[in-house]
């Protein structure tokens, strides 16, 4: 049997605070998976952030493979941001404005 890596995700301590993100990337991980709890689809991930699908579905792997961890810091990020303002459902419709306006 051949086992297959997926080298698309990256977890480097010296970067975005230890969480995995896909590689060549600023993106998180928890971000993909916060956006997709969201109702975005692989194809509006692609499109807005520049991935191909195969970078996506990584994440969302990786995210299945280790979901109770990266929902706790889910959860702790949203803590975090009702007390500083925008919440990931109000960025999700500044880009969704921005999408139709252009």
């Not at 051949?2 to 995700?9: S, V, Y």
């Amino acid at each position: 049997m051949m086992t297959l890596a997926i080298t698309h995700i990256v977890c480097d301590p010296g970067k975005r605070s230890g969480k995995p993100y896909i590689a060549g990337t600023g993106i998180t991980v928890q971000h993909i998976a916060e956006l997709c709890n969201l109702g975005w689809t692989v194809e509006d991930l692609t499109e807005e952030f520049e991935l191909t699908a195969g970078q996506v579905y990584a994440a969302l792997s990786y995210y299945a493979d280790h979901q109770d961890e990266i929902d706790r810091v889910i959860q702790g990020a949203a803590v975090k941001v009702q007390n500083i303002g925008t919440s990931m459902e109000a960025w999700k419709h500044q880009i969704e404005a921005r999408k139709a306006s252009s």
